[in-house]
C-alpha cells in the first residue's frame, strides 16, 4: 500500500514538472519567434505552386516554428495558406497574420460555406469530417488550394538544411508529379490484398501524409467515400489513415513522376541528427513534444543568431 503511494505522489511530481517544463519552453520559443525575422507570403499571381497546412490552437507554434525553419533554410519565398481547424481563437490568428506576411487565412467558418455544397453528397465523408482532423485535412486542403501544385506540410516537421528537392518540386512547373516522404512504420489501415481486391488499386510501400506535394485535383473523392466507406462497415474498429488513400491514389500514376525524398528527410524523431539531416517529423502527441521543442529551442537560437549576423 505504501509503494502504491509513493509511486503515485512521483508520477503526480513527473507529470507536475512535465507540465512545468512544457510551459517553460512554450514561452522560450515565442520569445525566440518574436526576435526572428517574419516569414514573408508571396502572392498567389507570383507562385507556381502553394504550401498549404490546416492548424489548430494547439498546434500553432509548432506550426508557426516548421514554416520558420522551412523559410529560413530554403532561402526563398512561398505562398503559404493557412486553414483554420475551428479551434484557432482571435489571437491566434493575429499571430499567424503577424508572424507570416500576406499569408492567405481562411477561417473554419468559410471553409464550411465553401465546401459545404460540394460535400453534401459524401454521407461517410461529411459524417466523419468534423470528428477527424485527418479526413479533414485531406479533404479540406485540396478543395481550397488556389494553385494546381500544394505542398501539405505538417506542424510537427523541422528543418535542420536547406530543402534542395523540395525548392526545386515546388518550382518546376509540371504538376503531375508527386513528392513525398517515406514513412517509418508503413502504417495503412488496408492490407494490400484488400486495397487489390475491395479497391482494385496498390498500396504505394511506406508513403507518409506529412509532407507530400501533388497537383489537388487529382484528388479522389469518389475513393475516399469508399474507403471511409469501408472502415465504417468494418467487422472491428480500424484507424482512419489518410495516406493509405493517398497511397492507393497515386498506385495509379507511372513510377516516373512519383518521387520519393531520399531518407535524409525522414530521420525518426527518436535518433540523433547526421551530418546530412534535412528534417525531421515528429509525432505531434505530449509524449513526444518535448523532442520537438528541445531541438526547436537550439535551431531557433542558432537562426536567430546568424539573422542578427546578417543584418548587422
Known sequence: MYQIFLF???NY???FKFKYWLIYKKCQLRYLLYQTKTVESLLPNKSNSEIITLTSHD????YLICIKTFSYYSKQNFFYTVVDDGSLNKSDIKLIKKFIKNVRFIPNKESKKI???ILKTKYYTNSLIQKNTMVKKHIYLPLLSMKNKILMLDSDILFYKKPLHIIKFLNDKSVDKVLFMSDYWNG???SKIEAKYFFKLRLISRLNGGL???NPKETDYELIEKY???LSNCSYNRFINMQTILSMMFSKKNNKLLHRLPSSYYVPFNQKNKTNTICKHFISNSSVRYRFYSEASVLLKSILSEEKLLFK
Open 228 to 230: 471511409l466507406n469501408f
Open 212 to 214: 507530400i506535394s501533388y
Open 115 to 117: 465546401l459545404g455544397p
Open 188 to 190: 495503412y489501415s488496408v
Open 8 to 10: 503515485k505522489i512521483k
Open 13 to 15: 511530481l513527473l507529470n
Open 59 to 62: 498546434h500553432l507554434l509548432m
